[in-house]
């Protein structure tokens, strides 16, 4: 069983996203020990920047054109990442919500890995997905809380939403998702409570979810 673990905390061992996603592996473990997993930080990778060159690179693709040095160069780095997710049984993100959105890096990721015909397909007029994952778990941690009828409602979130839409767009069936609010507030007890029940919502997904 291939795990893609994509972290995009650059925090380490102080991030609530990646505690949150080694707990669940860890309790996967107990119950399939043969998982095999291919952490991918989105940090520590050196991706490559996404330039005139990836750009140039992603269109060359499509028409079949011949790619300069450095387009070839962009493009081998982005054939191995996609690789990644090609080889990948199931998926497990863990990413912290940055100005409502998501961080910069993992846009990145999917910025270079989006590439047509790969992970997906459009013929000019529908998109198809090109992976077939049967499942991915998504963790979401956020310092706020984004409620129905509150000053900071649901629309303020563009972090979940889009992630949900671009897994189901690339060919996840099922995304599973675990929504920690409160990771970092002023309150340190609730903070604390609030990933302490997040380590037991991840938990008790493990069962089903192999
Ligand atoms: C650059 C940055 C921007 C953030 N923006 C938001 C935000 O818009 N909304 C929110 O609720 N929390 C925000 N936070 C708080 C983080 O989402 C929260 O602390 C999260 O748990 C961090 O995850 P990590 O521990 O895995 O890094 C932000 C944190 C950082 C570092």
Redesign the pocket.
């Known amino acids: 069983m291939n795990v893609l673990h994509i972290q995009s905390?650059?925090?380490g061992d102080?991030?609530?996203?990646?505690?949150l996603t080694n707990a669940f592996l860890s309790a996967s473990r107990k119950v399939l020990p043969a998982i095999d997993e291919d952490v991918l930080n989105v940090w520590d990778e050196n991706l490559p920047e996404f330039d005139a060159a990836s750009i140039g690179a992603k269109y060359k693709a499509i028409k079949h054109q011949p790619m300069s040095d450095a387009e070839s160069r962009t493009w081998n780095r982005i054939l191995e990442l996609i690789g990644r997710f090609q080889r990948a049984n199931r998926i497990v993100l863990?990413?912290?919500?940055?100005?409502?959105?998501i961080?910069y890096k993992l846009k990145q990721l999917i910025d270079l890995t989006a590439q047509r015909n790969y992970l997906f397909t459009y013929d000019g007029k529908e998109y198809g997905p090109l992976l077939d994952i049967p499942k991915a778990l998504v963790v979401y941690?956020?310092?706020?809380t984004?409620r129905e009828n509150s000053k900071i409602p649901p629309s303020?979130d563009h972090q979940a939403p889009y992630i949900d839409f671009w897994l189901h767009m690339i060919g996840v069936h099922e995304v599973r998702t675990v929504v920690?609010?409160n990771?970092?507030n002023q309150d340190d007890a609730e903070s604390a409570a609030s990933v302490a029940a997040g380590k037991q919502s991840v938990e008790r997904i493990v069962d089903g979810f192999w």
């Open positions: 905390s650059p925090r102080k991030s609530n996203s990646i505690g863990g990413l912290p919500m940055w100005n409502f959105s961080p941690t956020r310092g706020s984004y303020f920690v609010d990771a970092w």
